[in-house]
């Protein structure tokens, strides 16, 4: 029989700070993972961030980071990259202090419609990055996300790529790749594809997309894609695996999740 291992939760507080947030997905939500939302900036301060990472260990949830939408690893201003990779940091410096793992950022654009110059600026400065957080001493890993915009560098063989060239974490958000491909998404295809990882980083919600790729993300009852299907794809499967839903009702869908998980047998 397959053991799946599957981590799931809310991104964003489900309640009024993260402190009560933890307690609450613990105590009352039974849930096993949150990710901390800095996507409009990082106003966490270090003294939170400890305090969370003491509550967050002593109740075991697993904890990740959603650095700013403002990160762009393919620009080629100075002054925007410099503000990148300071995004990059300050996320860091928190997570480390929280003990979340994974930091997941959207990587960049395409330069000029030029998918493998990216790929090559892309990696350049995720190394650079790498490099910066280890000398910082800093446990963290760099999870750069597939992304729902077809303007974004982020196909999912693109950041499997870039896991493997940089030795770097990932995130697959199953929704983006959804919207990407125009509607359709082989959950098989692409778990096989993360085969050789140890564990997999990821985001789910059902999605509003248009020829260019993602609108909006929407609750999981839409079904679009059906979160029953991944979920029977990985009761299949020895997979270790953190789902963190990203609908318009991040909780209560987690819930709901949770839910068709338990409906199909699994037990957390
Ligand atoms: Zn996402």
Not at 43 to 64: P, V, W
Request: hydrophobic fraction near 35%; charge should be neutral.
């Amino acid at each position: 029989m397959p053991e799946p291992k599957i981590n799931l939760g809310p991104a964003g507080n489900c309640d009024k700070d993260i402190l009560s947030s933890l307690n609450r997905l613990k105590n009352e939500l039974r849930l096993q993972a949150q990710e901390v939302e800095f996507t409009f900036g990082v106003k966490m301060g270090n003294d939170t961030a400890k305090k969370a990472g003491e509550l967050r260990q002593k109740l075991e949830i697993e904890l990740s980071v959603h650095a700013p939408y403002y990160i762009n690893l393919s620009t080629e201003e100075d002054s925007k990259l410099k503000n990148s990779f300071n995004w990059i940091f300050l996320s860091c410096e928190r997570s480390h202090h929280m003990g979340a793992k994974s930091i997941v950022f959207h990587p960049g654009f395409y330069l000029k419609k030029n998918p493998e110059k990216t790929f090559d600026i892309i990696l350049e400065n995720v190394k650079y990055l790498k490099k910066e957080i280890k000398k910082r001493g800093w446990d963290v890993e760099l999870a750069p996300e597939t992304t729902g915009k077809l303007s974004a560098f982020g196909s999912l063989d693109e950041i499997i790529e870039l896991a493997k060239k940089a030795k770097c974490g990932f995130c697959v958000d199953f929704a983006h790749l959804y919207a990407r491909q125009h509607g359709k998404i082989d959950f098989a295809e692409v778990l096989d594809k993360l085969k050789s990882f140890k564990h997999i980083h990821s985001h789910f919600s059902s999605i509003e997309f248009t020829d260019k790729g993602e609108r909006r993300h929407l609750g999981i009852s839409a079904g679009k894609p059906s979160f029953e299907e991944l979920a029977k794809e990985l009761l299949e499967r020895d997979v270790n695996i953190t789902i963190i839903c990203e609908s318009p009702d991040t909780w209560r869908d987690s819930l709901e999740m949770k839910k068709i998980l338990e409906d199909l047998g699994y037990k957390f």
